[in-house]
């Protein structure tokens, strides 16, 4: 493995068990857990821009459910799969579906221009109504900071990959972090755990 990989894979370890934290304190003491639990701080402002070239802030997220799960267009795998395991999940809310919106921040700012982050996430193997947020390589890169989602450039030359966290963030209608949504669950737990969530917060 090379020295690169380590650092990126010793990163990533170092946010599992920080998310294990957080997750641990949520479910212990709520979604609105005060600050002295030690809950791990998950989210933050930002100011991107959407598919439509329309300025957005953490503003975004208050009024709905939302999963915000970071990547990029170019991904061969694992941003397809999970917008469509979040397509499945919608599916299985039911009159509930309405209540929870997607949000897809890319990590490769330098290719996925609005205008591509619309292209792409017009497609018809992805959920209606995504929002894609794109922005500056720093805008990108304090967003990304502010979720605990590392990421990292591998390659060179335009056939590069991005190397990047596989969680989605389940955030409350007023912004807050909720819970980790497992990447490895199927849409059926992922439906039951966002059930789960909006009832306890009734």
Known sequence: MSRFRMIFAAGCLALAAL???TVWSVTRHGANAPAETGQAA????????????????????????TA???????????????LQTL?????????????????FVTVDPA??????LKAYLDSDAFPRGVI??????????????????????????PDY???HSAYVYLMGPDGRFVRILGHD??????????????REQR
């Open 87 to 103: 397509a499945a999940v919608k599916d299985r809310l039911g009159p509930q579906a309405d209540k929870l919106q997607i949000v």
């Open 185 to 198: 669950l199927g849409p059926d737990e992922i439906a039951e755990q966002i059930k789960k969530a909006m």
């Open 132 to 157: 894609g947020l794109t922005g500056t390589p720093a805008q990108i890169d304090a967003a990304a900071k502010a979720y605990r989602a590392p990421y990292a450039k591998v390659g060179e030359g």
């Open 19 to 21: 998310l294990g934290v």
């Open 68 to 82: 915000v799960f970071f990547g990029f267009t170019y991904c061969p795998d694992v941003c397809p799969t999970t």
């Open 111 to 116: 290719r996925d221009t609005p205008a591509q």
């Open 161 to 163: 990959l991005m190397e």
């Open 42 to 65: 998950v989210g933050g402002p930002f100011q991107l821009v959407d598919q439509n070239g329309r300025p957005q802030t953490e503003a975004l997220l208050k009024g709905k459910w």
